[in-house]
């Protein structure tokens, strides 16, 4: 059975930092590239940041510059720093396979775990 489980949100003043972990379970993690996605209240969920097996990696234009995904395929857990956090960046953070240069932002799998807010305000 795939599990993703999400965690590291909280909230945070415009400006600050925070570490998200997603740990996978029930795939063969180091064959799939791994995404971060996120949903803000009335918008549709949204790729952030993506990574392949082989490191290659993906951002969002909004976060470029701001954001770093990374991935440890012993632990099977993908993280997501993110730094100069903007009230904008305020929204449920998800992990899940990604689809990789064949499609990014298409999520391998149908299902996701919990999430984990970030919420960014002064």
């Known amino acids: 059975q795939v599990q993703f489980v999400e965690s590291g949100g909280g909230s945070v003043q415009p400006g600050g930092s925070l570490r998200l972990s997603c740990a996978a379970s029930?795939?063969?993690?180091?064959?799939?590239?791994m995404g971060w996605y996120r949903q803000a209240p009335g918008k549709q969920r949204e790729l952030v940041a993506a990574?392949?097996?082989?490191?290659?990696?993906n951002y969002a234009d909004s976060v470029k510059g701001r954001f770093t995904i990374s991935r440890d395929n012993v632990k099977s857990t993908v993280y997501l720093q993110m730094n100069e956090l903007k009230p904008e960046d305020t929204a449920v953070y998800y992990c899940?396979?990604?689809?990789?240069?064949?499609?990014?932002?298409?999520?391998?799998?149908?299902?996701w775990g919990q999430g984990t807010q970030v919420t960014v305000s002064s």
């Open positions: 029930g795939i063969i993690f180091n064959r799939y590239a």
């Open positions: 899940n396979a990604d689809r990789g240069p064949t499609g990014w932002g298409t999520a391998a799998f149908s299902s």
């Open positions: 990574i392949t097996r082989g490191r290659t990696t």
